[in-house]
């Protein structure tokens, strides 16, 4: 089980830029893939990003793709989410996930075992 921590979330105009950070402890990070999900009040769960153990390979919800930039440093147990270009519909709470499935991309929430518990993300018009 990993514990997963995420910070920098925030208040940002519209066209800003914020990057989320997730630490890990624990077990496992080096073998996991990692993801992004977010969660607007009255709205399911989506899918944001996700990376590969070693971060050879990344994946994109098509609403983030060109926007966002998902990234790792194992050295450091941190994954990393760059948020450039942000929009009102960006708003939610982002969620950091673990997951040992090997299948790709890692895309459905419940392919995701450990959760951290989440950072505030608003973006006004």
């Known amino acids: 089980q990993a514990q997963l921590v995420e910070s920098g979330g925030g208040l940002v105009q519209s066209g800003g830029s914020l990057r989320l950070s997730c630490v890990a402890s624990g077990r496992s990070f080096r073998s996991s893939a990692m993801g992004w999900f977010r969660q607007a009040p009255g709205k399911e769960r989506e899918f944001v990003a996700t990376?590969?153990?070693?971060?050879?390979?990344?994946y994109y919800a098509d609403s983030v793709k060109g926007r966002f930039t998902i990234s790792r440093d194992n050295a450091k147990n941190t994954v990393y989410l760059q948020m450039n270009s942000l929009k009102p519909e960006d708003t939610a709470v982002y969620y950091c996930?673990?997951?040992?499935?090997?299948?790709?991309?890692?895309?459905?929430?419940?392919?995701?075992?450990?959760w951290g518990q989440g950072t505030q993300v608003t973006v006004s018009s």
């Open positions: 990376v590969t153990w070693n971060g050879g390979n990344v």
């Open positions: 996930a673990a997951s040992r499935e090997t299948r790709w991309p890692l895309t459905d929430n419940r392919h995701y075992g450990d």
